[in-house]
């Protein structure tokens, strides 16, 4: 039971870059969330999604994207990446809302 | 000012000592709490769910305090696995999650 994989767990881009990074879950959970944390902030929600086909705007959404096109699957999209998009990213998923989330292993992610 | 707080440490404590964070948060609409553990360079894990009247599990005990708007966490008899950071995190409605920065707990020989 893999539970919730991300990939790809490192990647370093130039500023302008776009690029996505793919979270998958095997545990039928409606609810699919991504996070960025960074230090001495705690994790920040960036998009979330209560179903396929759904998708709202969390705490610090500018300059992301995403898409929920199937159920075990949810996409952050970076379009143009900014030195200020270099994080960790986390994505999550859960049952039901504002309960126990089982979290990816992270994406670290560099921005130049 | 932040929606959930709590005290970056580091606490340096030996083992066997017993350890408390203390997290607040802003929401009074709060629904639900918990505390996650979070090791170095990797990914979030439950440690445990807060409930109201407060719960424990094994030397883990933690405590709500609506009135006041923290919660608590108590760690006894401390083992040195128990080093790692300790997220507390607060739900005010049925998506939105909010995180704590983490406290950084380290338990010497």
């Known amino acids: 039971n893999a539970g919730v994989t991300q990939t790809p767990k490192f990647r370093v881009l130039k500023t302008g870059q776009s690029m996505t990074l793919l979270c998958a879950q095997d545990m039928n959970h409606e609810y699919m969330y991504w996070y960025r944390q960074d230090p001495g902030m705690g994790l920040r929600l960036i998009h979330y999604?209560?179903?396929?086909?759904?998708?709202a705007k969390g705490e610090v959404p500018d300059g992301y994207n995403v898409s929920r096109l199937k159920k075990q699957n949810f996409l952050l999209g970076l379009e143009s990446a900014a030195p200020s998009q270099t994080s960790v990213y986390f994505c999550a998923s859960s049952y039901s809302g504002a309960n126990v989330l089982t979290f990816g292993a992270g994406s670290r992610l560099t921005v130049l | 000012r932040k929606e959930v707080e709590q005290d970056p440490g580091p606490f340096n404590v030996p083992e066997g000592a017993t350890v408390a964070f203390n997290c607040t948060y802003s929401n009074s609409a709060s629904q639900s709490f918990f505390w996650y553990r979070q090791d170095c360079r990797k990914e979030p894990k439950l440690l445990m769910s807060?409930?109201?009247s407060g719960n424990e599990d094994g030397r883990f005990t933690a405590q709500l305090n609506r009135a006041c708007q923290y919660i608590s966490l108590l760690i006894r008899d401390s083992k040195l696995s128990d080093s790692a950071t300790y997220l507390c995190v607060v739900g005010y409605n049925n998506n939105d999650m909010r995180f704590g920065a983490g406290t950084r707990l380290t338990v010497k020989p």
């Open positions: 999604s209560v179903g396929e086909g759904t998708t």
């Open positions: 807060v409930y109201s």
